[in-house]
C-alpha cells in the first residue's frame, strides 16, 4: 500500500549520474531505456529478483515518460487511477477518479523512491546507438552525452506516446507567430487574448482546448474527422473513502478488480459483437445532443464511422467549449498556412496569432530516433521495412537479448496499458529465468516463431472495428496494416504471455556463465501448460479450472515431500490401504517399507514411527491416486490440515 503522493515528498529525490564500477570497466547484466511505467516496473522486478547490475537511461531531465512530456493544460489520463498504477503498488490516495499529469507523475516519483530505483537511473542521458557484439555475446551502447555502456540483455522501454507527429500542410514553416506541438507545450507564450488555432481533435485537443478558451480572444478549432465521445464520469474522491483505502487494502483491491472486467468487457464490442459496439455508439450519441442544442453543430460532431474505429474519448467540457461565443469549429480543410493566418479550402483566410498542433504521436514508428543493429548489421528499421512486428510484441528475430516493452501490436484501445506492461515485464523475467536454467549467453526468438505470430495477428485483425470501422486512425501505417492494436482482451494476451516457451527461441552459448550474477534471476517457476490463443470467455474458465486443480496437485504434493523422510530414502513406498489403515502411534502396526528402514538405518538417524506416519499418512500417496479412486475424505482433510499450517516436520511437532 502506497504512501502519500505528493509534489514535496519527492523533494529529496537524487538522481545518479556518475559512473559506477560497472560501467565504467565492466558489464552490466541489463540495460533499460525509458523511465516511464514499462521502465520502472522492469527495473522494479530486478531488483525483487535479486540483481543490481542494471541502468536505466532517461532521455528527459525526470522520469515519468510519457507523464513528464506532456505537459500542456488540463492533461489526464482516460483510464480511472485505480486501474491506471502497478498492480503490485496500488495507491489509496488518488485525488480523483481520472487523475491529472502531475499526480501521475508524482506517483512514479514515489514509486521509484520506495522501491530503490533511484540510484539505477540517468536523467538526461538517451540512448542513441546500441550495436549486438556477437563476439563477446554483449550490446555495446551509446548514448546522447557519448558513454558508452556494455550490457549483456537490451530492454527497451521508450513507448511511443511522446514522439510528436506533424501534420503535412503547406506554408507550416511560414507562420510568424509562435508555433508548437501540444506534446512540446510552451508555457511561456501568453495566450490571453490572443487568436489561437488549435489543429487536432484528439485526446490531447479535447483536454487542453476547454483550458485556454476562456482566456482567448478567439479560438478556431481545425477538425478533419470528428471523435466519439463517452461522458466522463470523473469525482473527486472524498478523505473518508481515503482512509478507508488505507485501513483495508482489500477495498482498493476489489475496486480494481471491478473497474478491470467493466472496462475489459467492451473489447467484445470492437472484435465484432455488434450490439454492444451499438449500445456505445448510443450513449455518445445521448451525451452529444444533450450537450449540443444546436442541430447543424451537433451534425459536424457526429462520427461517420464505427465506434472504436479510432480511440473513444471522454470528456464533459469539450461539447460546452465549443459552444462558446469565442470558439470556431472549422471543419473545411486547411489549404496553406500563412504568415498571419490559416487559409480554408473554401478560400477563407482566418487570422492567427498562436498555433497549436493537437495533431497526436507517432505510434507507428518506435524507435525511429534509436539506431539499433543486430545480427550481420542488421538495424532494427531494415528488419521493419515491411511490416513492424515482433514476437507477442517483445522479442524479434536478429536481434539477441533484445527485449521491447509496448512493443509492437501491444497497444490496447479499451483497457489499462499498465496492465500489458505488466504482463511484458513477468514474460521478460521468465526470459531470462529460460536463459539461466539453459545456462546460456544468447537468447533470440526463431524466425518462424515470429512469422507464425505475425499470421496469426493478420487473421485476428480480419473484422474487427480498427480494420473495417470505416476510418483511418493513427494505429495504422502508411499501407493500411495496423501494428499497433492488440486485438483481444487482456485476458488473452496475459494467457499468451505467462511463460516463454523455450522451442520459440534459439539458445547459443551454453555452459559459459555459471558464475555470472543474472543467472540468479527468481522468478516462479513455469507452470506445464501452455497459453491459448483464443480469447473465448469459455476457454478462459476452462483454463482457470485447469491451473486451478494443477495448483492442488501441487500443494498436495509439496506437503508430501515436506512430511515424508521415507520418500527420497529409497525404500519401496506402502500402499494406499496399509498408509491409511496402520495407526501412527504404535510401532506394531507399521508398515513392511517402514520396518524394513528402521532395520536398516541407525536409531538415531531412522525416522521413528510418528516422523513417517504423522498426520493423515499424506507421505506414501501419489499423484495419481487423487486421479483415480483416493478415500473421499483424504483432499478435503488434507486441504484442511494445509490451511491450519501442518506443512512443518513431524519430529518439529509436539505430543
Known sequence: MNTN???????????????????????????IAGAGFAGLGMGIKLLEAGTASFVILEKAEEIGGTWYANQYPGCACDIPSHLYSFSFDRNPEWSRMYSGREEIQNYLKDCAQRHGLMPYIRVNTALRDATWDAADALWRVTTSSGQ?????????????????????????????????????WDSSVPLEGKRIAVIGTGASAIQFVPEIAPQAEKVYVFQRTPPWILPK?????????????????????????????????????????????????????????????????????????????KRVLISNDYYPTLQRSNVELVTETISEIREH?????????????????????????????????????????QAWRERISAFLGVT???????????????????????????????????CLHLMRRRRSEVMEVKPEAQQRFVNELKQRLRGTVWQSGGCRSWYQDATGDNPTIWPGSVVSYKLRTRSAAAADYEFSGRNEIKSRNWQKLAVRKTTPWQQRASNDFFSYIKDFL??????????????????????????PQPSLSETFRA?????????????????????????????????????????????????????????????????????????
Not at 292 to 308: A, C, M, N, S, W
Request: aromatic share 10%.
Open 5 to 31: 503522493i505528493s509534489s514535496s515528498s519527492t523533494a529529496s529525490q537524487a538522481y545518479s549520474n556518475g559512473a559506477t564500477a560497472q560501467e565504467s570497466g565492466g558489464v552490466l547484466e541489463v540495460l
Open 148 to 184: 558508452v555502456f556494455r550490457a549483456r540483455v537490451l530492454i527497451s522501454a521508450v513507448g511511443a506516446l511522446h514522439v510528436p507527429a506533424w501534420p503535412r500542410v503547406e506554408g507550416a514553416k511560414k507562420f510568424a507567430g509562435p508555433a508548437f506541438h501540444s506534446t512540446h
Open 233 to 309: 464520469f470523473d469525482f473527486a474522491i472524498s478523505e473518508k473513502w481515503k482512509n478507508r483505502f488505507r485501513r483495508v487494502p482489500l477495498l482498493s483491491w476489489l475496486l480494481r478488480k471491478a473497474l478491470f472486467w467493466l472496462y475489459e468487457l467492451r473489447v467484445f464490442g470492437f472484435l465484432g459483437l455488434l450490439w454492444l459496439r451499438k449500445r456505445g455508439a448510443e450513449m455518445a450519441r445521448k451525451h452529444l445532443e444533450a450537450q449540443i442544442p444546436d442541430v447543424r453543430l451537433r451534425d459536424q460532431l457526429t462520427p461517420k464511422y464505427e465506434l472504436g474505429c
Open 341 to 381: 493566418g490559416i487559409v480554408t479550402a473554401e478560400g477563407t483566410e482566418r487570422p492567427v496569432d498562436v498555433l497549436i498542433y493537437g495533431t497526436g504521436f507517432r505510434a507507428t514508428e518506435p524507435l525511429h530516433d534509436v539506431n539499433i543493429t543486430g545480427r550481420n548489421g542488421v538495424s532494427i528499421h
Open 396 to 430: 524479434v528475430s536478429g536481434f539477441p537479448n533484445f527485449f521491447i516493452l509496448l512493443g509492437p501490436n501491444t497497444g490496447l484501445g479499451h483497457n489499462s496499458v499498465v496492465l500489458m506492461i505488466e504482463a511484458q515485464v513477468r514474460y521478460v523475467m521468465q
Open 546 to 571: 485447469k491451473r486451478f486443480t494443477s495448483s492442488l496437485h501441487y500443494l498436495y504434493d509439496r506437503r508430501k515431500r515436506c512430511l515424508c523422510p521415507l520418500r527420497h530414502s529409497g525404500v
Open 583 to 655: 495407526p501412527y502411534s504404535r510401532q506394531s502396526k507399521l508398515s513392511a517399507p517402514a520396518k524394513k528402514l528402521k532395520s536398516t538405518t541407525n536409531s538415531t538417524s531412522a525416522p521413528s514411527s510418528r516422523e513417517s506416519f504423522c498426520g493423515l499418512r499424506t507421505c506414501s500417496m501419489r499423484r495419481k491416486w487423487l486421479l483415480k479412486s483416493p478415500p473421499r475424505w483424504a483432499l478435503p482433510a488434507a486441504l484442511l490440515r494445509l490451511l491450519a499450517g501442518w506443512n512443518r516436520p513431524c519430529s518439529s511437532r509436539a505430543g
